[in-house]
């Protein structure tokens, strides 16, 4: 009994501990942030090309809220979207869960936050199968000048000159390769896609798109929604 009362104190202590103790200051708050920070960074990037990422790095911005505060750090890419990463750090436990976010700091990503992992592939891995040994045609290849023709079942959100952009310097994975086109895999989504059933039309976000070269050399980049067994495997 003296042993089950002595425990029953033990971890009413250390209730009291963590639950009423003084409400975390701005400093520790920063302190958690960027340790936060430097864990996330380690996680994707391995702790030598994290160092080099940090300082490529603006921030903290600092918001505070209610409960909590935000930092954020952020880069502006060099076509001018922002990639950026998000801690929150909650000032006192909302609950008596371990799970609770004060022991937990929310931490998220943008879409951009991807292109810091720099490119994936080369635009040469972007030729479908009937191209693949004529590598002299990269320099010649144009963008098709009526992308939107061939929209009737999709729409992009990022402009066709931005996806050729993209590709020209590696930001995608190739899914399949095909005779006459590639499906590739984008960092963001870059269009929806239309499918129509007999009773309403849904509407499916994809970050994914075939690549077609017409014999004039010029590429259209439709948005397709890949089926799941193309991705989580990288072809060149």
């Known amino acids: ?81 922002t990639a950026s990463i998000c801690i929150d750090v909650y000032r006192r436990p909302s609950s008596f869960s371990w799970r609770d976010n004060y022991f937990w700091p929310r931490v998220t990503m943008n879409h951009q936050w991807g292109y810091l992992f720099g490119a994936k592939s080369e635009f040469i891995n972007v030729l479908p199968i009937k191209y693949e040994n004529k590598t002299l045609i990269l320099s010649s290849l144009q963008l098709y000048p009526n992308q939107g023709k061939y929209y009737e079942n999709s729409e992009v959100l990022i402009s066709s000159d931005r996806l050729f952009y993209f590709l020209k310097k590696g930001y995608f994975s190739v899914l399949e390769k095909k005779e006459d086109y590639t499906v590739v895999a984008f960092y963001q989504p870059i269009g929806n896609v239309y499918k129509r059933t007999q009773n309403k039309t849904d509407t499916i976000n994809t970050m994914s798109a075939k ?22 495997k990288t072809l060149k």
């Open 1 to 81: 009994m003296k042993k089950i009362f002595w425990i029953s104190i033990l971890l009413l202590l250390i209730v009291l501990f963590v639950f009423l103790k003084p409400i975390r200051t701005d400093n520790t708050l920063n302190n958690i942030a960027s340790c936060e920070l430097r864990n996330a960074l380690n996680e994707e990037f391995g702790q030598i090309q994290s160092d080099s990422i940090l300082k490529q790095l603006t921030g903290p911005l600092i918001l505070k809220q209610e409960n909590y505060v935000e930092f954020k750090w952020f880069k502006v890419l060099e076509w001018g979207d």
């Open 211 to 232: 690549v077609l070269i017409n014999e004039a050399l010029e590429v259209l980049i439709i948005p397709y929604n890949a089926p799941p067994e193309l991705w989580g």
